[in-house]
């Protein structure tokens, strides 16, 4: 491979960095959108009164989701005249089927901790898990049975401490949960044994006052977890009862006075006939409310919130129809906004970076081709030159692409010809410099290295190169300054050339454009001096 077709594969391959990088930018925010809706599926599912199967089901539905696992399964603690059975009560990521010819679940030593509600089991890979595989007559899972190397379960008891049953997650490659897996099926064990203790607690009186009170709190403990706010709505006299956390949506605090008529005044003002359109097409219907929308808090902030809802099932319709109660849940989703946002800007900069290195590229090549005296001159200087603008891109992107040290920059440049030995520097301050300026500089440092290697100060032995920059402040009519200055000594003399190269017009013709600033060369006899004097503006971050 040619040095030519390694720079243009190291500049490709540059531009797949970035790609991928925006690539995973996106999939970050595909990732936390979707554990939202799942944090918000699983809190509609149970603050909207279904029964215990389905809500069941979207615990572990959720959690399949949340934690990406392939198999998801919750078995209910049910004590038969041995003292002990297991029932299949819920099953995600496999029919119901893959389960009928086998046994129930027994507290072996790897289901026991679950059972028995001593705490969170968690392997990487469960074949290799020492308490696998010790129990006749399988000696470990049947012939047959979902395969399953990675494995997650927590115990389902209630606040009392009796155990109602596990959830069981698996995956077939192993390590593929870790210890925020972990946290998220606890959570989502609070949630089911919330649900089947709100299901026992319509057996009786006492018992259904307390087990509700109970199931309250564990909901609010799941809301509290995942961010979210609850609300509920009465559509007849519009009383707003809002949970803490909605509040502080809103930038409300607990005992603040907060009800839908304040609700409404705090959305976007552009937003707000969006928003009261929807909830009123979900409360003539029945139908879901589901939207986002700005806020403006008292303090003038600006936020984004999710509000989702629905009809409260259980209430009567409205006489002349619609829903007579609604409830949800709100989510502040700002950061996730402003991720977007970040997203797009990165796409622009993406496709802005690309055209400008290709522009530079071509120019490169054009003036190169119209100085060079062969095809060999050409390639040799052409490589060159796309090895500098390599290297400052490199700089750029150890910095995000924000800015470079000004002393890195010639650094680098010189190290390619072996100067920097016999490289000095005098300033008071490095500066740093814009991705623009970066390689506008950069470059024109390359072509004073390259000059001073063939036929300068670096040509000799004991030739020296000294750099020194310092700033001046803007005074009356003009602005503040860099000036930068390139001495060479202790090379061969120096003539004024008969003509002017690609690197003479570099620097001053386009440096001076490209940075609206001026350049000046002198051929003294002890050596090239060039004096640059910048704007300050066109240099800085």
């Given at each position: 491979?040619?040095?030519?077709?390694?720079?243009?594969?190291?500049?490709?391959?540059?531009?797949?960095?970035?790609?991928?990088?925006?690539?995973?930018?996106?999939?970050?925010?595909?990732?936390?959108?979707?554990?939202?809706?799942?944090?918000?599926?699983?809190?509609?599912?149970?603050?909207?009164?279904?029964?215990?199967?389905?809500?069941?089901?979207?615990?572990?539905?959720?959690?399949?989701?949340?934690?990406?696992?392939?198999?998801?399964?919750?078995?209910?603690?049910?004590?038969?005249?041995?003292?002990?059975?297991?029932?299949?009560?819920?099953?995600?990521?496999?029919?119901?089927?893959?389960?009928?010819?086998?046994?129930?679940?027994?507290?072996?030593?790897?289901?026991?901790?679950?059972?028995e509600g001593t705490g969170v089991v968690r392997s990487d890979d469960v074949l290799a898990d020492p308490r696998y595989g010790k129990n006749a007559p399988n000696q470990g899972m049947p012939e047959g049975h979902l395969p399953v190397r990675s494995y997650l379960a927590a115990p389902v008891k209630t606040a009392d401490g009796l155990v109602l049953g596990g959830l069981f997650f698996g995956h077939r490659e192993p390590a593929r949960f870790d210890s925020r897996a972990e946290t998220v099926i606890v959570g989502l064990a609070a949630q089911a044994a919330v649900a089947i203790e709100r299901s026992r607690a319509s057996e009786a009186g006492d018992r259904e006052l307390t087990e509700r009170r109970r199931a309250e709190e564990r909901l609010k403990f799941a809301l509290d977890s995942g961010r979210l706010g609850s609300w509920e709505l009465d559509v007849e006299t519009r009383a707003y009862d809002a949970s803490d956390i909605c509040r502080s949506n809103y930038g409300r605090g607990p005992d603040q006075d907060f009800g839908?008529?304040?609700?409404?005044?705090?959305?976007?003002?552009?937003?707000?006939?969006?928003?009261?359109?929807?909830m009123d097409e979900a409360i003539r219907t029945g139908g879901e409310y589901d939207i986002e929308y700005?806020?403006?808090?008292?303090?003038?902030?600006?936020?984004?919130?999710?509000?989702?809802?629905?009809?409260?099932?259980?209430?009567?319709?409205?006489?002349?129809g619609g829903v007579r109660r609604m409830a949800g849940v709100s989510l502040d989703v700002t950061e996730r906004k402003r991720a977007e946002e970040r997203q797009r800007l990165l796409l622009n900069e993406l496709n802005h970076r690309v055209k400008n290195t290709l522009v530079t590229v071509q120019s490169m090549a054009a003036q190169t081709l119209r100085a060079a005296s062969d095809l060999p001159a050409f390639r040799e200087a052409f490589e060159a030159r796309l090895i500098a603008l390599s290297q400052t891109h490199n700089l750029l992107t150890e910095q995000n692409w924000e800015s470079a040290s000004l002393r890195e920059i010639v650094d680098a440049e010189l190290e390619a010809f072996g100067g920097r030995e016999r490289l000095d520097f005098d300033y008071t301050r490095d500066l740093r410099l814009n991705p623009k300026a970066t390689v506008a500089v950069g470059m024109a440092v390359h072509e004073l290295a390259t000059n001073a290697?063939?036929?300068?100060?670096?040509?000799?032995?004991?030739?020296?190169?000294?750099?020194?920059?310092?700033?001046?402040?803007?005074?009356?009519?003009?602005?503040?300054?860099l000036r930068l200055r390139w001495t060479e000594s202790g090379?061969?003399?120096?003539?004024?050339?008969?003509?002017?190269?690609?690197?003479?017009?570099?620097?001053?013709?386009?440096?001076?454009?490209?940075?609206?600033?001026?350049?000046?060369?002198?051929?003294?006899?002890?050596?090239?001096?060039c004096a640059m004097t910048l704007p300050l503006a066109a240099l800085e971050p």
């Open positions: 491979m040619t040095v030519l077709e390694a720079d243009a594969r190291a500049a490709t391959e540059e531009i797949f960095d970035l790609r991928r990088r925006l690539a995973e930018a996106q999939q970050a925010h595909a990732e936390e959108v979707r554990r939202n809706q799942a944090f918000s599926r699983i809190a509609a599912a149970i603050g909207a009164h279904q029964s215990l199967s389905e809500t069941v089901q979207a615990v572990i539905d959720g959690g399949v989701e949340l934690i990406g696992a392939q198999f998801g399964a919750f078995f209910y603690n049910v004590i038969d005249r041995t003292g002990e059975s297991y029932m299949l009560y819920g099953l995600a990521g496999a029919p119901d089927e893959a389960f009928a010819n086998f046994p129930m679940p027994r507290k072996t030593a790897i289901f026991a901790p679950t059972f839908f008529d304040d609700l409404v005044a705090t959305i976007h003002a552009s937003d707000r006939d969006r928003m009261l359109a929807a700005r806020v403006v808090i008292p303090s003038g902030e600006t936020r984004w919130v999710h509000a989702r809802g629905r009809a409260a099932v259980r209430d009567e319709p409205l006489i002349g290697a063939k036929y300068g100060a670096l040509s000799t032995p004991g030739g020296r190169v000294a750099v020194s920059w310092s700033t001046e402040p803007a005074s009356p009519g003009t602005s503040a300054r090379g061969p003399p120096v003539p004024p050339p008969t003509r002017r190269g690609f690197g003479a017009r570099l620097l001053e013709k386009g440096l001076a454009g490209e940075l609206s600033g001026e350049v000046r060369l002198a051929y003294d006899q002890s050596g090239l001096v």
